[in-house]
Structure formats: structure tokens, C-alpha cells
């Protein structure tokens, strides 16, 4: 073999966001596994859930009573990673020990009253509420003027670290900007001043025409296997607009979001015919800190399972120490998902 | 409350060698868990077993006969993500679309002839071996030219990924520097050109002074949990003396690198009365590049478990898409490693 072909030849591609690389092993999805298998994840749930902490009319852990909500249900963690009232600090001793105190406010949204759904399986209007919520949240914790970056994200899954299956998100709110958040702020400005649009623009209109990891499209939005995606079916949501945040987003939008997210994790849920687990979140501008034109509203998808609904990619001694690494190419990986059904395998 | 508590309030650490954060919330360890739990790992095995593809003179993947070796046994993956014969390439679309082809060897290394062994159940002769073959196959693998960097790790448990008990790690070595090396170039090249000395000496000097994440200490290394650690476990091994790499150590030096890992894996094992899981390996100096007198070799280990043999921390939403978090603080980590006996629980 002369000629490189990056269907089949190992080779990095630049995540354009972060600035860091995944390799790519195409060849190497051929080998057995042999190693842990997880659940599948099958069980049925009732609709209500007795013992369950976000089900309406229930008990939390600090004594609570959750209301009888009819939609979305919002409160603070009980086991808030982040407080309010944390007394501030900065250490640096010696350039050795850098330490400094943060503060912030973590959140717990119930997507909807059912403790037996998802979101691939809730109707748009049902999502589109959910998203309603997102940006009245993002709005009040704005408010805060100390409050420097807000993270809205979902652990769907018990593999994911998710030990409620009732449908619920989080938002994790505070007072500096986390590390990931930094590395996109500072690759997104570098593309926008040399370029005077954003990168997710020039990016989002390139793979339109390119049309070979395009997963769904309307108005608003495109739903993609990004060209560096490092989990297995990783994908991404970018708003077709340049928004800083989900503030901008119009009645309309909002409605095309909901139909998107509905239409990505019911072909998601198809993909393996489980309830398929992801953690997914929003990157947005920092706020509070000035205008960030350069900031593109996207959602990322990162989910773990590699080649059935029981084997997961595991990203451990290589990827930790050097470098993500994936099996299967970013283009295979929206094959299959397009080729998925957007009526969800339970309704069959 | 008025004046902040390192060991209560939730705070952000800085890793010095990849110059990224951690968030602590060491308030939130009190959190009740009702999620997934892993199994406890406790299987007796056999000194011996047919099927596996690692014992001695058993057959492998692609047909191979295993010799019927005494120590320690290496071979080229079988399904090796890497490969040495990958044509060039270096493809950049309008900054958008940014890939390079990369060439690299991987190998697998048995640790010992005994399929029912880890590495804290091995005599210190036995693991002195192991280093012996590291050091062997770092310089065989430093001989081709084209190889910038070479990664030496263990992935232990099947938590882990490992799809097989007999006891073994990896070598991937490739044509690039992965990206944590890039980061911890950078991080410890400005540290020595500012001190003129290397980030570790000063570091490891400063933590055998304050004596609060020290697990062990020998005349030439020692191990500790570094103040930024993420994973609730999380240790490095640091060699007293600053060298790039293992090519460096004296016979002495390998003989207390292999006494230094069997008490570290001892006390790891006798912390949750399992065969604790971890993914682990040695950073070192990027090769056929130059002299790089910053570089100071270490080991990281990265155990996934939190509270027992079967609730890991989940490295999953908020983590993964703003910033690696931690509840436990690494000095209360360090107090539970240095609680636990030299002696292995199942000697006991
Ligand atoms: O090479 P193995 O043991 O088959 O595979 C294991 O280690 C590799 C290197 O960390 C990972 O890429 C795999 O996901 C993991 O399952
Ligand atoms: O907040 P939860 O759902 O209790 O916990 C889950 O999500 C958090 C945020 O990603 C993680 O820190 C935890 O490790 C995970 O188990």
C-alpha cells in the first residue's frame, strides 16, 4: 500500500475545539472483546415511583416535599458539589501548590413527572418545555453577577454515573470558567479574529455541503459526528445561528431544539434497541465577563458504548496517560446512525 | 463560617505538569449512592488456565505458540492500534478539517509465567524482572529513528478495560507526542527555566518536607498522592534522582522501583480487600528529539474505585465536559493508603 487512506490507516485529527488530537485506529475494530460487559439495561419502570426522590409528591434527602408538578421540576442539589457561601482564597506556594476556593450554585432539573421516560421518548411539546426551563434557569443564575459560567448538563444511564433513572438533568453554576470551557474559549477567539465568523459557522456549513456526518438538519440546527469525535458516537448539536447562549434562542428555535433532541436520542436509543446512556451538555459564552463574539452555542453528546448495548469503549492506560483514542471512524459512526429509524424501537 | 478550610470548602487545584484544574468538594463525600455498583472482583484463578492467549505455550489470536517462559514474556499486539508500515500523510481543510497519519508500535508485555498473580502478589526479584524488560524494550523501541515517544502502562481489572486477568501491561510507542506529554513538557520546560531545576525536585523536596501525601519513601523514589490529584486514589511514583527516563536507572534504582511498586499495589489492594483496579504508567522525556533537561520521570496511577470494591467515581458529565472533580480530599486519600498494611490481605 502507497497512499494513505483515513478510512483504514491510523492517523490523529484535530479536535478544532480544544485544541488537542484523537487518534484514530479504523483497523482495529476487528478485534475481539472478551473483557466487561455491562447491563442492558432493559427493566421496565412504573410511571410513579414510591421510593423514588424526584417523583411529584415525594420526599427528598434533606426532608423536602417535591410539589405535584405537572412538567419540569427545578431544585438546588442536596449534595451540591458547589455552595453558595464558600469563603474566598487564593494559595500559591512556591508555584507548587496552586490552590483557590470556589463557589457556586448546583441544580437538579426533573425533565417530567413520568419516572418511566426518557427524553427520545417524551413528545416535542414535552421537550420543548424542558428547554423553556434550561433558559429561565440560565437567565436567573445569570442574574448573579459573581456567577461566571453555567454548565447544563445530563447523565442519562446507570453506566454513566446516573443513580436515578428518573428522567432529570443538572446545571452546575460558579464563580471562574472550568478548564474545558477555557480551551474552546481560546480556539473559537483565535478562528473568529482571523476569520471574522465563528468557527462553528465555517465548520457547520462545510459539513452541510460535505453531507458524511450529517445525522439531522431543520431550520435551526444540524445534529453531526463531529471530524474529531473521541467517544464512539459522539456527536454535536450547533445551532445554525452564531448565539453566545441559549438566552437568544426564539420561541421558534427553542421548538426546533426540541425536535432535534427528540429525533438525535431516538436514533441514539435505535442505534443498540436499549435506552442508550450519555452524559450531554451545552458549551456556552462565560457570563458576566463581557461580550465573546467569537463564542458559538453547541451541544455535545458523549456517550460510552462501543459495539452493542453491553460493550463500552474504555478510555483508560493510553488515553489517560497520552492520548484519546477511538476504533471505528467518525464517518462509520454516522453511517450507522443514519441509517437508524427516528421511530423509536419501543413504539415498533 | 468566615475563613476558608482547605480540607471543607470547595476549592479548585491546579496540576502543575498539565497546568489544568481540579475541582474539590470535599463537603460532598456525605452523599448517599444508589447508582451502579461494579462487581467485587474477588474470582480465584487458576496458576494456569488453557484458554488464555497470554499463558505460557498457548496459542494466540494470530496463531503464534507462546514460548514456555519463565519471567516475563513480550510480543507485538495482536491487534496493535498502531502500526509500523502507515503511509504519510498531513491533511489541513480551510484550518476545519486537520488530520495526520501516525505510525507506531504496540506490544504486550506477560508479567509473569503464573496466570493467577498481580503485580503486589510478585516477589520484588520478580518485579525487579519486569523492570529489567521495560528498560529493555524502551531502548530497543528508542533505536528506530522515526519514534518520538513511547508509553509504557498497565491496565488493571477489567473495570479498567483489561479483557484479560493474566497479568500484563503495554507499550505504544508512535512517531508523535501524545497530547498529556505535550502539556507536561511545557508545564515542567517554563518551571526549569524559571528555577533551574526540575519541577518534580522541587516539588517532591517540598511534600517530603510537609510529610501529609507521602505513602512511601526509598532512598530513590517515592509515592505519594500529588495535590492535584483527580481520582479519588490517584498516585504517583517520582524518582528522587531527575532523569528523562528509565534508560537512566541504576540496577539499584530498578531494584527500589520494584520495592516501591509492590508495597504501593499492596497497600492499594489491602484499602478495599480487592484486586484493586487502576490504570497506570510512566511519563517520561519525548525520544529522538533532543535532550530535554526539564523532564523528570514519573508514574501515574489512576484507580477508578471511591468508597469500596464496587462504587467507583463516575468521571462523567460535569467532568467531562467542564472540569475533572473530586469529593474526597488527597490528603485524606493519602491518610487511608498510609493506614493500610504492607502485608497483603491475603497473606493475612
Ligand atoms: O489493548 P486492550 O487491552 O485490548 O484494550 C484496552 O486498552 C487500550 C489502551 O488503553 C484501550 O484503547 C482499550 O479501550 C482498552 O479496552
Ligand atoms: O450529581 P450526581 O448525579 O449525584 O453524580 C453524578 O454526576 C456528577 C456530575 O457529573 C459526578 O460528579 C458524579 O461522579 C456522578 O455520579
Given at each position: 500500500q502507497q497512499t494513505f487512506e483515513i478510512n483504514s490507516d491510523p492517523h490523529t485529527r484535530l479536535n478544532i475545539l480544544t485544541g488537542e488530537r484523537v487518534l484514530v485506529s479504523p483497523h482495529r475494530s476487528k478485534r475481539p472483546w472478551q473483557g466487561q460487559v455491562e447491563d442492558d439495561n432493559q427493566e421496565q419502570r412504573p410511571s410513579y415511583d414510591p421510593k423514588c426522590y424526584l417523583c411529584p409528591t415525594n420526599e427528598r434527602a434533606d426532608g423536602d416535599v417535591n410539589p405535584d408538578y405537572k412538567e419540569s421540576f427545578v431544585f438546588v442539589n442536596d449534595f451540591s458539589a458547589l455552595l453558595k457561601d464558600t469563603p474566598t482564597a487564593d494559595i500559591n506556594e512556591d508555584e507548587l501548590f496552586i490552590a483557590e476556593s470556589e463557589k457556586g450554585i448546583c441544580k437538579v432539573i426533573a425533565f417530567s413527572p413520568r419516572h418511566d421516560l426518557t427524553l427520545p421518548e417524551m413528545s416535542v411539546p414535552a421537550?420543548?418545555?424542558?428547554?423553556?426551563?434550561?433558559?429561565?434557569?440560565?437567565?436567573?443564575?445569570?442574574?448573579?453577577?459573581?456567577?461566571?459560567?453555567?454548565?447544563?448538563?445530563?447523565?442519562?444511564?446507570?453506566?454513566?454515573?446516573?443513580?436515578?433513572?428518573?428522567?432529570?438533568?443538572?446545571?452546575?453554576?460558579?464563580?471562574?470558567?472550568?478548564?474545558?470551557?477555557?480551551?474552546?474559549?481560546?480556539?473559537?477567539?483565535?478562528?473568529?479574529?482571523?476569520?471574522?465568523?465563528?468557527?462553528?459557522?465555517?465548520?457547520?456549513?462545510?459539513?452541510?455541503?460535505?453531507?458524511?456526518?450529517?445525522?439531522?438538519?431543520?431550520?435551526?440546527?444540524?445534529?453531526?459526528?463531529?471530524?474529531?469525535?473521541?467517544?464512539?458516537y459522539e456527536t454535536m448539536i450547533v445551532s445554525k445561528r452564531p448565539v453566545q447562549n441559549i438566552l437568544a434562542f426564539t420561541d421558534q428555535e427553542k421548538e426546533q431544539l426540541a425536535s432535534i433532541l427528540k429525533l438525535l436520542t431516538t436514533r441514539y436509543d435505535n442505534l443498540f434497541n436499549t435506552s442508550f446512556p450519555y452524559s450531554a451538555g451545552m458549551h456556552q459564552a462565560p457570563v458576566n465577563s463581557g461580550d465573546f463574539p467569537e463564542w458559538h452555542w453547541h451541544m455535545h453528546f458523549y456517550p460510552p458504548l462501543l459495539r452493542s448495548a453491553t460493550v463500552k469503549k474504555f478510555m483508560v492506560g493510553y488515553e489517560m496517560l497520552a492520548n484519546p483514542q477511538r476504533d471505528i471512524t467518525p464517518e462509520f459512526a454516522a453511517q450507522q446512525l443514519r441509517n437508524c429509524s427516528t421511530t423509536h424501537y419501543k413504539n415498533v
Open positions: 421537550i420543548k418545555a424542558v428547554v423553556d426551563v434550561w433558559q429561565k434557569e440560565f437567565a436567573a443564575l445569570a442574574e448573579h453577577e459573581w456567577i461566571k459560567y453555567i454548565q447544563i448538563f445530563e447523565n442519562k444511564g446507570a453506566i454513566m454515573g446516573c443513580s436515578n433513572p428518573h428522567p432529570h438533568g443538572q446545571i452546575w453554576s460558579q464563580n471562574h470558567v472550568p478548564v474545558e470551557l477555557k480551551k474552546e474559549s481560546k480556539n473559537q477567539k483565535t478562528y473568529f479574529d482571523n476569520h471574522g465568523v465563528t468557527m462553528l459557522s465555517a465548520y457547520v456549513q462545510a459539513e452541510l455541503r460535505k453531507n458524511e456526518r450529517i445525522i439531522e438538519e431543520n431550520d435551526s440546527f444540524v445534529a453531526l459526528v463531529p471530524f474529531w469525535a473521541s467517544w464512539p
